[in-house]
T-cell receptor, first 114, second 112 residues
């Protein structure tokens, strides 16, 4: 089983709203990732959690706030987003961490910021 | 600086024929390479990987070839099927905890 689940599938929010994206995996993986993907572009890494600790933050604006409550769950809290933040947000997990470790992606959350 | 390049944005192939998707990289520290397939509005699906100690890895209809001296890898799909129509991303990383670096993707269209 290589399933990563994400909720919600679609999200529309205003620029003053606060919302959260959720990601879950039950593969026993110890690394989890958030990526952002714009149309016809490759995924861009945002954050990496390794053993429930934030290990990489790719200089993401503070209006995006990640949280890893436990080794199976990863959240992305959103606040005061801009229309240009509209994108597909992908969660991924891997056995250990960045490096020789295959990352498995969830289906993504399609976010639209009005 | 694009460290992983897929120079063909699109490729069209007849059903039953071979599809060859190419990828070049510039960072000599990369030693693990992956191919992902992506349908619109879905997450990338892992297809196949290869480490730098090998020059070929095969899984069913999918074969990845790695030419380290040329810093080039390719994905062969034989025979191609209409369900293979998707965007294919090549990705590379190193064994030092480096990030996964993606190419720009190649959109494959397999026509019946």
């Amino acid at each position: 089983d290589t399933e990563v689940t994400q909720t919600p599938k679609h999200l529309v929010m205003g620029m003053t709203n606060k919302k959260s994206l959720k990601c879950e995996q039950h593969m026993g993986h110890r690394a989890m990732y958030w990526y952002k993907q714009k149309a016809k572009k490759p995924p861009e890494l945002m954050f990496v959690y390794s053993y429930e600790k934030l290990s990489i933050n790719e200089s993401v604006p503070s209006r995006f706030s990640p949280e890893c409550p436990n080794s199976s769950l990863l959240n992305l809290h959103l606040h005061a987003l801009q229309p240009e933040d509209s994108a597909l947000y992908l969660c991924a997990s891997s056995q250990e961490g960045p490096g020789w470790d295959t990352q498995y992606f969830g289906p993504g959350t399609r976010l639209t910021v009005l | 600086d694009q460290q992983v390049k897929q120079n063909s944005p699109s490729l069209s192939v007849q059903e039953g024929r071979i599809s060859i998707l190419n990828c070049d990289y510039t960072n000599s520290m990369f030693d693990y390479f992956l191919w992902y397939k992506k349908y619109p509005a879905e997450g990338p699906t892992f297809l196949i990987s290869i480490s730098s100690i090998k020059d070929k890895n095969e899984d069913g209809r999918f074969t990845v070839f790695l030419n380290k001296s040329a810093k080039h890898l390719s994905l062969h799909i034989v025979p191609s099927q209409p369900g293979d129509s998707a965007v294919y991303f090549c990705a590379a990383t190193d064994n030092q905890g480096g990030k996964l670096i993606f190419g720009q993707g190649t959109e494959l269209s397999v026509k019946p």
